[in-house]
């Protein structure tokens, strides 16, 4: 069987680990035999599914030369790097030739810059024509949808108005994304929705409290005399991200560095997503995830239709029965084993190459 390993410093309760268990667990266990090596793991439901997934679970120190040793001891055809970029230690392993085969999976949508990393594989659905050119990387983006295995989440309880400070007939505008997502140019789109609802409230999560300082002075710049409408939250658990997330009219994508797990989850839970789809596929994961289920009421195609597109859907006339309709075509964005098994055959074909 083909030895093919995955690394990561986020196989727990973290989107990498959530989008990366399905092809782990659905390799073809007749093909593949398959080690994840886990970097500093925090113990959680997801690492226990990940561990029993995997035929060799290695925990790991977060030391680079340790990593090295423990990698390039399984002896692999291939190891999979679920997300150069996001951690310095596994940016700093994919340096280095651990197997010979070594690949970039979507974790973190963007070129390694690595000649160490042969492959970059992502799904055609969110690259453009010519997408080649944004990557060091040879590319591979199969037909298949680009997530593989990802759980349903449970629809969530909205939490009240009233619990979220919000005045009772408020419609609610969900930007629930990293304070370093929301580029300057969202700034114009924030405003034209405060402009044209004037019951347009936004909720935003404070992070780092250093960059929601940067973003309120920015905010306090370009969109003045709106700041009592714009709401910042704490980092908060995961069941109270999906119930406050439950309880917006509309979610908004940002502008060049869309969502990915979250959008996932405002359309499990039937939120109208908004996007405006950018050139690279950090810009387009929420526009394939529309276009799989057939909902593209939110698919803006510049600034002022995608404010347009926003403040209608957070108004729409019926929107609970759109909320339904939105929910069940959501079930074909779950739990899905296509990308898992494309990667499988490409595997296959990538280490043959060089036997």
């Not at 594989?121 to 990557?135: I, K, L, N, P, R």
């Not at 499990?268 to 996007?275: D, E, F, Y």
Request: hydrophobic share 45%; proline share 6%; aromatic share 10%.
């Amino acid at each position: 069987r083909i030895r093919v390993g995955f690394v990561s410093t986020y196989f727990y309760s973290h989107s990498i680990g959530r989008i990366t268990h399905g092809p782990i667990r659905d390799l073809p266990r007749d093909r593949f035999e398959v080690f994840v090596f886990a970097i500093a793991p925090q113990t959680d439901a997801m690492q226990r599914s990940i561990e029993a997934d995997a035929e060799h679970y290695r925990p790991l120190p977060d030391e680079v030369a340790a990593a090295r040793e423990a990698i390039e001891a399984a002896r692999l055809d291939a190891l999979i790097f679920a997300d150069i970029g996001m951690h310095p230690t596994t940016y700093f392993l994919a340096m280095h030739r651990l197997a010979p085969v070594q690949v970039a999976l979507w974790g973190h949508p963007e070129t390694t810059g690595l000649d160490t990393i042969d492959y970059f594989f992502t799904a055609a659905g969110v690259e453009t024509e010519g997408a080649d050119s944004h990557y060091t990387e040879r590319l591979v983006r199969p037909k298949s949808f680009f997530l593989g295995g990802f759980q349903r989440p449970a629809r969530a309880m909205p939490l009240s108005r009233e619990a979220l400070g919000l005045p009772l007939q408020s419609t609610v505008y969900a930007c629930l994304q990293p304070a370093f997502k929301i580029h300057p140019d969202m700034d114009a789109a924030f405003a034209g929705i405060f402009e044209r609802d004037p019951k347009a409230h936004l909720l935003l999560l404070e992070g780092r409290p250093s960059w929601a300082h940067r973003l309120r002075q920015r905010f306090a710049r370009s969109i003045p005399g709106h700041q009592h409408r714009m709401h910042w939250l704490p980092t908060l658990p995961h069941a109270r991200f999906m119930a406050t997330l439950a309880c917006a009219d509309v979610s908004l994508d940002p502008l060049y560095f869309g969502g990915g797990n979250s959008s996932c989850e405002a359309l499990a839970q039937g939120i109208p997503l908004v996007t405006l789809p950018g050139t690279h596929a950090y810009g387009r994961l929420s526009l394939a995830l529309c276009q799989e289920m057939n909902e593209l009421r939110g698919i803006a195609s510049s600034v002022d239709d995608y404010v347009d597109r926003a403040v209608d859907l957070a108004n729409h006339a019926e929107r609970h029965a759109m909320r339904q309709d939105i929910a069940e075509r959501a079930t074909v964005l779950f739990d899905r084993r296509d990308i898992s098994l494309a990667l499988g055959e490409f595997l296959a074909s990538a280490v043959a190459a060089i036997a």
